[in-house]
């Protein structure tokens, strides 16, 4: 998403003269299509617009259009106007004429189009509307284009032809070629462009952090000075249009610290986003009253492993949090150029198959579940119905059977518990438990390390009596997902400190090893277990 956000495109600038003398600048991707070009098209609120039809007859139909276009949203019609001149296209000479077009962006590229009929269907489109020449100078390979018959632009790869000495190239080395050829003649050159537009950093409004900055009648822009840094909001505001600080004299009014005359307060504010893209190194030092952090501080937790928060950040908030890190990187005040280094976003709950919400009334309270059923069932169901990634869609049924699973781990915790450890298999079931539900944490698969755990549940239940080593291990690993009952239930095994706290089992791969030859010893097995365990086990 960010790379489609800032996105490059790589192509090439072209100068076009045009009839009264001026050059404009043609961003293009195809510049392999330059001899295919029968017009060109301007954004209808270019400047140069106005200046050239100024006092001719298209004067006042150009402006009746830029004023509707402006009113209408950019609709999906194509519309334009002839503003009576002509631009000159470099390579041979031809005269095309110059439109103007809903279509081209003013704050792309440079707010105006080559337009190649035959192989953009944006321009194409317009010319068919417009009765505008369309002239193909690619051919795809295999099969010939006849202006006649087409129906739609052939955008694709093929054989240049109608293009002078690059007839007969390939369009991918053409376009190379052709830039060279720019070059060359100072017609133009490789050019890149970027979608993704300025970010205003400034808003006018109250709530904002101040932006330190007073404007003297005599030195003109002065930096707040350090000692008087932060600027405080005032309290005494009073809210009705615009921006309250800009009506606050007692805010506006300052001294400048240079020349100590008259100055004014700067009174926009700075966007939300200008904190949180780089809060998280404050947090590392929150206390700090001399920096905004320490280095060193920051060194030893930065950068953050893991992240987790909606998609609707990816393109704002993530992205500009990265553009600050790499800027402090840049100027030594940190080490690392990310400052996340694991995403995950989260997905949302629905209802009824929609997204739920306090005013669509389609919510679960949770409150109700937990009366209903209990904390540690609302919470194992959250994390056993869906992926964290997925959609969740909730279930009453879902919840059930998560509700039973927690019954069977309460029936369970009424058995006696041995000192004996389990039989060989037992033991092979408890090393494959650790390791099955620390490998779907770390790989945030909780569904599956709830399943493990309910098939471990199932497993002790048929036992007599409970071997310790197991049931405790398989209490560590349910508490992650059932926090209560793991606590009461390592109580009453008559341990004094927390199972939050306990040491995470560590599966042991050298067990793994030897079972392995378990599965080839078909005999062995059948001894030692029935062959449901040995199924369940596989
Ligand atoms: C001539 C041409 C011929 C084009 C062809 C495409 C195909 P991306 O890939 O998105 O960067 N363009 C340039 N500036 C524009 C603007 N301000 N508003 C709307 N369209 C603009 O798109 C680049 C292409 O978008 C450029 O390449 C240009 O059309 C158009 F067979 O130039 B092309
Ligand atoms: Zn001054």
Known sequence: MQRNWIGKSEGAKIKFRLDNGKEIEIFTTRPDTIYGVTFIVFAPEHPLVAELVAGTE??????????RAR?????????????????????????????????????????????????????????????LPIKVVIQPEGKELNVEEMTEAYEGEGILVNSDKFSGMKSNEARVALIKFFEEQGIGGKAIEYKMRDWLVSRQRYWGTPIPILYCENCGIVPVPEQDLPVML????????????????????????????????????????????????RYCDPQNEKEAFEKKKVEYWMPVDFYIGGAE????????????????????????????????????????GEKMSKSKGNVVDP?????????DTLRAYLLFVANPESQLEWSDKGIEGVYRFWKKVIMLSKKHVTSDTDNELGVYRLNKLIKDVTEAIENFEFPKAIISLMKFTDYLSMKQEVPRESYEGFIKLLSPFMPHTAEELWARLGNKDFVSIASWPQADSQLRFISMSYHRSSFFIRKRASVSMYLAYL
């Open 58 to 67: 298209y004067e006042a139909k150009v402006q009746e259009f830029v004023r």
């Open 71 to 131: 009113l209408t949203n950019k609709s999906q019609e194509k519309e334009g106007m002839f503003i009576g001149c002509y631009a000159v296209n470099p390579v041979n000479g031809e005269r095309v004429p110059v439109y103007i077009g809903n279509f081209v962006l003013m704050e792309y590229g440079s707010g105006c189009v080559m337009a190649v009929p035959a192989h953009d269907q944006r321009d194409f489109e317009f010319a068919k509307k417009y009765g």
């Open 234 to 281: 005032p309290r005494d505001v009073r809210f009705g249009e615009g921006n309250p600080l800009e009506s606050n004299k007692s805010f506006v009014e300052a001294k400048c610290p240079r020349c100590h005359g008259n100055a004014r307060r700067e009174t926009d504010t700075l966007d939300t986003f200008f904190d949180s893209s780089w809060y998280f190194l």
């Open 313 to 352: 950040h990816a393109v704002m908030h993530l992205l500009y949090a990265r553009f600050f890190t790499k800027v402090l990187r840049d100027l030594g005040l940190i080490s690392f150029g990310e400052p996340f280094l694991r995403l995950r976003n989260q997905g949302i709950v629905t209802l009824g």
């Open 367 to 375: 409150i109700e579940m937990i009366e209903k059923y209990n904390a």
